[in-house]
């Protein structure tokens, strides 16, 4: 079965941190750049970050840049979110999504060039 499952989320408080995972099954994810979205309650669902299928270009949005560091090991076919210091602002479902042959550097937060997605994890962050 073709699935990515996202684990890692959970509750913590302001300044902490947090690892998300991203699992591939049913496929190799060797071949396709991860993004990872969040949505807060209200709001639209948005990027947060992406890296590329080689690992070699990573994009963050600005909102998470110099906290949140995108990685993957392809050997373990899985992605990761590191997310320290995070703040109430933070909080939201995040999914991870794949991508393959999507201009990365002309729109890696478009949500349409992502055809696989994952059921999200709970993030939330306490005052």
């Known amino acids: 079965q073709v699935q990515l499952v996202e684990s890692g989320g959970g509750l913590v408080q302001t300044g902490g941190s947090l690892r998300l995972s991203c699992a591939a099954s049913?496929?190799?994810?060797?071949?396709?750049?991860i993004g990872w979205f969040r949505q807060a309650p209200g709001k639209e669902r948005e990027g947060v970050s992406c890296?590329?299928?080689?690992?070699?270009?990573?994009y963050y949005a600005d909102s998470v840049k110099g906290r949140f560091t995108i990685s993957r090991d392809n050997a373990k076919n899985t992605g990761y979110l590191q997310m320290n210091s995070l703040k109430p602002e933070d909080t939201g479902v995040y999914y991870c999504?794949?991508?393959?042959?999507?201009?990365?550097?002309?729109?890696?937060?478009?949500?349409?060039?992502?055809?696989?997605w994952g059921q999200g994890t709970q993030v939330t962050v306490s005052l």
């Open positions: 049913g496929f190799t994810l060797d071949y396709y750049a």
């Open positions: 890296i590329s299928s080689d690992g070699g270009n990573t």
């Open positions: 999504a794949t991508s393959k042959d999507w201009p990365l550097n002309k729109g890696w937060a478009i949500e349409y060039g992502y055809d696989l």
